[in-house]
């Protein structure tokens, strides 16, 4: 039987990864830093909470890594782990640097210690984009990150590739576009559409104030992304992949297909803040999956307006309970 283990494991990710190597046999292991509450709801939602080995430790704790590779001894390693909002990267430039960036380093240099033959999946970013210099963005594109969160991502995009030619260890950075689903957390824009139709539709909120709706992006599921992470691992040789669907769409739109979904107009609802706007912007993401299409066999499988409607239907129910 094969282990994993997965930093990040109580995340969006982690939770639909943990599921996904399960359901192929693999133990599971995953590293949990110290919180004042437990919460691994994600990890109940998908039914899973109870099949998993839990390591307490944390990317910033390089001890605690290296006690949990040896104590679970994993052929693969997911690290997903980080401060994850973009938004939140400003107000914390210095804690975002240490987690998101020197976070990778701590995992690669715990890895080279205990066994460098294990294989390691760093969660690489389309934000490594930033101000767009290509149409469509592949694995060519030059980066040029608009943030705190993506500065950080690309020095863990570099150390990633650096320790592959360096100690000739199996890493890949998957440039993963971005990926929603019911499990997404509430500060990313989907999520708070999704959770402000829902409570709109049972008048617990009457107005969604947004920032920046002309911005495009280029969604996908998360429940398919992976499977693309896993697939990065399987291969004879590591390297880098964009996963993306290939559209892209604007945040205006995305509201527009979460309200027509419980006939709605989103004009008569939603609210134009200034004061979310971010000091610097990613106006527009469209990512070229071909390399991941030809070389792993992965495609997308779920369109921008099933994503929607899923997320959609999974608030209606959630509010509908709290009511
Ligand atoms: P989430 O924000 O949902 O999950 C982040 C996870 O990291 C949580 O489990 C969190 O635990 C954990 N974590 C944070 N700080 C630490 C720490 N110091 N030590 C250990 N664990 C920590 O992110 P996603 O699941 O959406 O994303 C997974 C990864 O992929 C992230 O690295 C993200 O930057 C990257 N990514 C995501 C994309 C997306 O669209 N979702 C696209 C491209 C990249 P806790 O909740 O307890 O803090
Ligand atoms: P992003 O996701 O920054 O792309 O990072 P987010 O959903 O936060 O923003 C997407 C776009 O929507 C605009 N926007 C708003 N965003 C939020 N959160 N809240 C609002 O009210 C709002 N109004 C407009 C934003 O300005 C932005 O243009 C996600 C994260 O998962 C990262 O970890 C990951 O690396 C990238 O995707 C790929």
């Not at 494991?9 to 399960?22: E, N, P, R, S, V």
């Not at 210095?94 to 998101?100: C, H, K, P, S």
């Amino acid at each position: 039987m094969k282990t994993a283990f997965l930093t990040g494991i109580t995340g969006q990710d982690g939770a639909y990864l943990a599921k996904f190597l399960l359901e192929r046999g693999y133990h599971v292991a995953g590293l949990v830093p110290r919180r004042s509450t437990v919460d691994r709801w994600r990890l109940d939602y998908l039914g899973i909470v109870d099949q998993v080995e839990y390591i307490d430790g944390d990317i910033m704790d390089v001890s605690s890594l290296i006690r949990g590779l040896k104590a679970c001894k994993p052929q693969e390693v997911y690290h997903l782990a980080a401060q994850s909002f973009v938004g939140s990267s400003w107000e914390q430039p210095i804690l975002t640097a240490q987690v998101t960036g020197m976070g990778v380093l701590h995992v690669l240099e715990a890895i080279r210690e205990v066994d460098p033959f294990i294989k390691m999946y760093q969660a690489s970013s389309s934000e490594l984009y930033g101000l767009i210099q290509e149409p469509q963005q592949s694995e060519n594109t030059p980066f040029y990150p608009r943030s705190p969160y993506a500065v950080s991502k690309l020095f863990g995009y570099w150390m990633t590739k650096n320790y592959r030619e360096s100690f000739q260890m199996y890493a890949c950075n998957g440039i993963l576009f971005n990926h929603e689903s019911p499990l997404r957390g509430f500060e990313f824009v989907t999520r708070k559409v999704t959770d402000a139709v829902a409570r709109i539709v049972h008048q617990k909120q009457k107005e969604l104030r947004l920032g920046n709706i002309a911005a495009k992006r280029d969604w996908g599921f998360a429940g398919d992304y992976v499977e693309a992470m896993w697939l990065m691992l399987q291969q004879n040789t590591p390297d880098d992949f964009v996963i993306a669907t290939g559209k892209t769409s604007t945040v205006e739109e995305m509201c527009r297909i979460a309200f027509d979904y419980v006939g709605l107009n989103y004009q008569d609802y939603v609210v134009i803040d200034p004061a979310l706007y971010r000091p610097a912007e990613v106006d527009i993401l469209l990512g070229n999956p071909e390399k991941a299409k030809q070389e792993l066999g992965w495609a997308p499988k779920t369109k921008l307006e099933q994503l929607v409607h899923m997320m959609v239907e999974a608030d209606l129910r959630r509010v509908a309970k709290m009511s």
